[in-house]
């Protein structure tokens, strides 16, 4: 299983801190695509995604336990 | 414990008090606090939220990052989270190095490089809604690399 973060106009949209499902095997991109699909999610293109706290590109295969999480541009400072 | 996030308010000479060392001839110290008026539009209070343990980890990284770019420096950053009202605090960033123009130049580059790599989100609250903020430069974060000339302009 894994647990997917939602943060920001992402959290509002799904409505939920973070879902848990079953993503190994599949891309970053793949699941980002899928999710941004259920969830009608805004603005997608500009969201980068991290996997165990590091960033990670779209190609990346997820595995079993991995943590992901979906990182709109942040706006700290 | 140089690079946290803080659910309560930051003291400031704490953040400081952090990066004090023999060497230094400076200490810069930024402080980014939450202003009113944006082009126009009054801030009511502001909602920070973060990936904590995430941000963490990309507040240490520019730590390294610096360390590697100006040698003998030390840094400390502090960044809240939660409601904050107009004045209070956002983050404390205390740079010591020998020598001064070091100090100024490190500072300067870990705000820019919070605006670009750590996973913090601001939430504005106007007199007429709400909305989370994308970067202020309406450009895409990048997770590596240093700031460009632009980013240097806010």
Redesign the interface.
Request: avoid cysteine; hydrophobic fraction near 50%; aromatic fraction near 12%.
């Given at each position: 299983m894994n647990k997917v973060l939602f943060f920001a106009h992402l959290r509002d949209a799904v409505g939920e801190e973070f879902l848990r499902l079953d993503a190994a095997g599949k891309s970053v991109g793949e699941l980002k695509a899928e999710l941004a699909a259920n969830y009608d999610l805004p603005k997608m293109d500009s969201v980068m995604t991290a996997v165990n706290e590091e960033f990670a590109q779209d190609d990346e295969v997820i595995q079993d336990g991995d943590e992901i999480a979906f990182i709109p541009p942040v706006s700290g400072g | 414990m140089n690079f946290q996030i803080s659910k309560e308010p930051i003291d400031i000479q704490s953040v400081i008090d952090k990066v004090v060392q023999r060497n230094a001839g400076a200490i810069t110290t930024f402080i980014?606090t939450v202003r009113e008026m944006t082009k126009g539009k009054k801030t009511l209070f502001l909602i920070?939220?973060?990936?904590e343990?995430?941000?963490v980890?990309k507040l240490e990284q520019i730590g390294r990052e610096i360390e590697e770019r100006w040698p003998d420096s030390q840094v400390a950053i502090t960044?809240r989270v939660g409601r904050l009202d107009i004045t209070d605090i956002?983050?404390v960033i205390a740079v010591s190095t020998p020598h001064r123009a070091d100090a100024y130049d490190a500072n300067r580059y870990a705000?820019e490089r919070?605006?670009?790599?750590?996973?913090?989100?601001?939430?504005e609250h106007w007199e007429d809604g709400e909305e989370?903020?994308?970067?202020?430069l309406e450009?895409?974060?990048y997770?590596?690399g240093k700031p460009e000339e632009g980013d240097l302009n806010e």
């Open positions: - | 980014g920070y939220d973060a990936y343990a995430m941000a980890k960044h956002a983050v705000i919070i605006k670009e790599i750590v996973p913090i989100w601001k939430k989370w903020m994308g970067n202020q450009t895409v974060a997770p590596s």
